[in-house]
């Protein structure tokens, strides 16, 4: 017999070894995240975890229903309009392509609809018949400094005859300067005629009327600069008209182009499912902010004009709804940077801005939060808020009832690209006698573009955001909190699968579920080197509320209430109901929404007949005109689906 060599009982017993030891390097970190991946999708699934945090669900829809989410509203019919225009793609804006999509939660069935401008940066808000008004939006794209081929500037078109009626030019009109250098119109546009006084009381005197147009330069290069205020000849005018018609400049630089707003307005209707013209605003505007008043008129204000430029505050107007038709105010002139948040309180013509916004514009000037007066046109500051320098991309929201007039500032960042981000939760009731923030909650990172969704149950959903500016570095939070004002404590909600920052938005939708859409990072690496792309997966989230036992239940409710008047629901369950909550549907964009608010109602049950005796608020400043959703909630915090309710 032979026995074996020290050398073949190594290869014997070594080899073996090792190889297992490479099969296991090799394997046991991947199983290792299988098993970790499972478990952590038990716990998600856990009926515990759920009627603790809640759920999310991610939802794709077939490819030729996607769109880049811009603005997102839910209506009176149930179903949300998601409004994309160019979703911030230039090649869609230069083909023309503008996109809106009709969502239909309780069936998710999709339908495009006709949109008839580039409605990307509108402002919006609901009208007393549920109409959702739209106006505003994209003229034109930025063009950064090192971009820009062809000087352009800002070309004051006026008209010195009274004579005959507005004279219209298309774009590509060309402007002929003293030296032979041309400069064509890059929009279609209106030169009304001239003003003339009455005669009776003294000689006649004639005010030249005037319209801005945006100019590019026919050539390019510098050769095409202009320094100083110079008279251009429309090309194609003789005679008379080419006297009294012509073009004024400053400046035509090579400087960096901003984005230009419309004038376009509209008003979506929820019935028919498609966008309505009215009148034009007498502004452009490029990121306004929309506010519903008790009247039922609309106060526009902010935004970036057909040139580019922050509106500075001198052409704040209204739309009257009932004559589809917009007044200027400059009784009313107040300077906002772009996308303020506004907020009607419970005192009629008093306002309240939080000081969020969306940026556009000095840091020092429109910052500060406050009330702003409309009865006399005076604003006065208030003190107490943190962070004061990283307002842009925080949300402000009530929290709880509208009636208790707490308002929520969440978030934010720094100025521009500023890589600061708030962690910041401060709020203020608006009924103290001397109104300031104090300290609420602080979130567990800082968070830009948080978006808040106010809950039948009283509490805040606040959810997604990111710590640095559009997501850099991958710093999408992936997080979710909820907020309960009485209290005023956190506790974790189930974290959003999906991350989602700039353009995203958030709305409760009538069974009590949240949906969020959008986001628009810069970047999808690490390292900041690989361009992002948009996110056009939806995701809805089921509070935990859906999973602490069986909805209460309420009968038919009328499809029409009277404010301040009294309704009677039926309900088997009349009598564990604890609270009865009007909601006004949610229009957001930008971390904006000033639409949404929870209205307690007052109310008799009566057991014995199942009867619910509905006492509705009577003050317009609390609960103004236009639908809402009608919620009751049981002593469990559990609420009914929302029973959709028009208050005239």
């Not at 032979?180 to 006649?204: I, N």
């Amino acid at each position: 017999m032979k026995w074996p060599t020290m050398r073949n009982l190594r290869q014997r017993v070594l080899l073996p070894v090792v190889g297992v030891s490479i099969l296991l390097s090799a394997n046991v970190p991947p199983l290792y995240d299988f098993t970790s991946t499972w478990l952590h999708e038990r716990e998600l699934n856990s009926v515990e975890y759920q009627r603790a945090h809640g759920y999310w669900r991610i939802l794709e829809l077939p490819e030729s229903q996607r769109v880049n989410a811009i603005h997102a509203a839910l209506l009176p019919t149930g179903k949300v309009l998601l409004i994309a225009g160019s979703g911030n793609d230039r090649e869609q804006f230069d083909a023309g392509t503008f996109k809106t999509l009709l969502f239909d939660p309780a069936t998710e069935q999709t339908e495009l609809v006709p949109t008839p401008e580039d409605l990307f940066c509108s402002g919006h808000a609901f009208l007393a018949d549920g109409n959702l008004l739209v106006a505003g939006g994209t003229q034109r794209y930025e063009v950064l400094e090192s971009d820009v081929e062809r000087a352009g500037g800002t070309m004051l078109v006026k008209n010195e005859s009274p004579d005959g009626g507005p004279r219209s030019f298309v774009k590509g009109t060309e402007f002929v300067a003293p030296d032979g250098r041309r400069y064509t119109a890059g929009h279609d546009f209106v030169v009304p005629p001239a003003t003339k006084s009455d005669e009776s009381a003294g000689p006649a005197v004639v005010t030249a009327s005037e319209t801005q147009v945006w100019v590019d330069a026919a050539g390019f290069g510098d050769e095409y600069v202009v320094d100083g205020q110079t008279q251009y000849r429309v090309n194609g005018l003789v005679g008379a008209d080419a006297r009294n018609v012509y073009g004024l400049a400053e400046a035509i630089t090579m400087d960096k182009q901003d984005y230009q707003g419309l004038e376009d307005a509209f008003e979506f209707n929820p019935y028919t499912e498609r966008y309505e013209r009215v009148d034009d605003m007498h502004v452009k505007r490029w990121y306004p902010t929309m506010t519903a008043l008790p009247d039922g008129q609309v106060l526009t204000v902010a935004g970036l004009d057909g040139s580019g430029q922050v509106l500075d505050g001198t052409q704040n107007e209204i739309y009257d709804p009932e004559t589809k038709s917009w007044t200027l105010r400059p009784d009313l002139e107040r300077y906002f940077p772009t996308y303020p948040s506004l907020f009607q309180t419970a005192t009629p013509d008093l306002l309240f801005y939080t000081g969020s916004n969306a940026g556009y514009g000095p840091d020092d000037q429109g910052r500060d939060p406050g009330f702003w007066d409309l009865g006399d046109n005076t604003f006065t500051e208030v003190d107490g808020l943190r962070d004061t320098d990283q307002l842009e991309t925080s949300m402000s929201a009530w929290a709880g009832p509208v009636q208790e007039q707490r308002i929520m500032v969440v978030g934010g960042g720094g100025v521009g690209e500023s890589a600061l981000s708030s962690d910041r939760i401060d709020l203020i009731d608006l009924t103290a006698e001397d109104p300031r923030f104090t300290a609420g909650p602080d979130l567990p990172d800082g968070t830009r573009y948080p978006n808040l969704v106010q809950l039948p149950d009283d509490t805040v959903l606040i959810t997604n955001g990111s710590s640095d500016y559009r997501g850099r570095g991958l710093s999408d939070n992936h997080d979710a909190r909820i907020y309960h004002p009485d209290s005023n404590t956190l506790t974790p909600a189930a974290d959003p699968r999906v991350g989602r920052n700039y353009h995203s938005a958030a709305l409760l939708l009538p069974d009590g579920r949240v949906l969020t859409v959008g986001s628009d990072p810069l970047f999808r690496d690490a390292k900041n080197s690989i361009s992002g792309e948009f996110e056009q997966r939806l995701e809805l989230y089921s509070p935990p509320y859906l999973f602490r036992g069986t909805r209460p239940v309420v009968g038919a409710v009328p499809q029409q209430v009277e404010r301040g008047g009294n309704v009677v629901v039926i309900s088997p369950d009349v009598d564990r109901i604890a609270a009865i909550r009007l909601i006004r549907p949610g229009a957001a964009t930008h971390m904006l929404n000033n639409e949404q608010r929870s209205v307690a109602v007052d109310f008799t049950a009566t057991t014995a007949t199942g009867r619910l005796e509905l006492d509705l608020p009577g003050e317009a400043t609390i609960l103004p005109s236009g639908p809402y959703l009608l919620f009751a909630v049981d002593v469990d915090g559990v609420p009914s689906v929302g029973a959709p309710v028009m208050v005239r």
